[in-house]
């Protein structure tokens, strides 16, 4: 019998990557009853929005408005992604707790995403990091494509090294590698999650990881057999990314929170609370996301 | 970097446990033509059908046809289900190469699957071991709901070592656990696959998953982990079952073929060739079936 971390964080990044996947914009309303929702199900982290331009991402530009009518309640904190300084800016002029410098180690990725080269944004995301801090701002920072893009083909693990290398030194208190296209799989979770622990043996780390090749949660199982403790999912298993091709959806909250409760990894969270979110979700967009555990069959 | 099997045996019983759980029935020349293309994505042996009653399986009541116009060729091995001495007769008036003999450790889903209880289809099976030894054809096991049943809850491990121990003795080739329901999970799978080595350290066996609550390829990995080289698989993730409630498909074929090749572990699959064939089933069914491995897109 393997031995499984005995706790397990899962941040909720659905009302950020799953509704900026889908092209109906919900309220501002819809969105509070959405985290509301997380929160009763025994969220404590959940990535709410982004800080983006919301000319091309416009099902998350009301940002500032959704962050003015959350609750915020003790041990609840909330994220928001952001690319530049600009993004950094308005993050900080918002109660949000907590701000995600977000870059991609694939340089077309980086482009398509951000208009900046792989270099620059690093760079920027240095100050980013920097401007949290002079702020006083908790700050973590995500690597996207960190195990490979469909755009642009394999990442180096070099390039993980060095930009971990740069963000920790640069003050992140987490880095989190992103699996934005779903091309992980198991080997690579072994040498990447080494890389993060030759770099920053004590620092926080966690993986943000999609489905699109199925390997989700055998990657995750992998994960939790090397003492990860922190992922980024989404409730219902929404998501993707608007500027990469063919990518499916984020790890679903409900599913991996099951594998981990079957692990005796406990995640405080109640399933069948998280699987009646996606329930309400699917009514919202009108169609069916991939979790598997579903609201009043699979959540005894 | 954990150590994976150097090659893993797929045993695809999607024109089995895939077919039966559609409502639709394909003709004999699609059956055979969905077996054609099994046959030249590298898939060696193939569960084709069973010999069961057509009024509660009509879906395969052309098992006998279907057999007549396989193509039987070198090196490959059809497979079909039975449930009783009456479909051992039938299977060994055909040509088939090898006959699986099928029961349930739960009670419930043994009487609603076959009207026989535990204790009967487990005396029965010895007696279908005993046709198949006379007549010199190779048998194997599947023991249903061996990680337990959603009609009857656990099914204790004790059971299962008493049905392992006893049709290893009356002459099976190999023991298949199946998680009918698809309730399995890593640490069931470290218990369960430690009992069929205490039994007959050194007999075949192999696992039959469902993915119902998305553990499927994160069960995979755990058993590949414990050296096991053999699973059944569907082609496209079809399957079910048709006697117990919310049972979801089959581990598919090529999602489990691309993990296998992702941890160095060869099964001989043309990941692109099965994909096609899923495509022509989604076409045959009017449907959509769970395979994230899709044809011309991820199979690269």
Redesign the interface.
Known sequence: ??HYPEGVDLVDVGPRDGFQSENRVLTTQNKRNVVLGLLNAGLREIQVTSFVNPDRIPQLADAEDLLAVLPFREGVSYLALTLNGKGVERALASPVHRIEVSLSLSDAHSRRNTGMSRERSLSEAEEMLAMCKRAGRSARVSLQCAFGCVLEGPVPLDRVREAVQTLYRAGAEEVVLADTPGVA???AI??RIAVLRETAPHAAHALHLH?????G??N???AL?LGVTRFDTAVGGMGGCPFHP?A?GNI?TE?TA??CS???SATGLDLEGVARVTAELETMYAKTFP???RSG??TC
């Not at 489905?211 to 390997?215: A, N």
């Open positions: 019998m393997h799989d198991p080997p072994d040498e489905d699109t090749r199925g390997l949660l055998a995750v199982l992998r057999q063919g499916a679903p599913d099951f594998l079957r692990l005796g979790a598997k555990i069959t699979h």
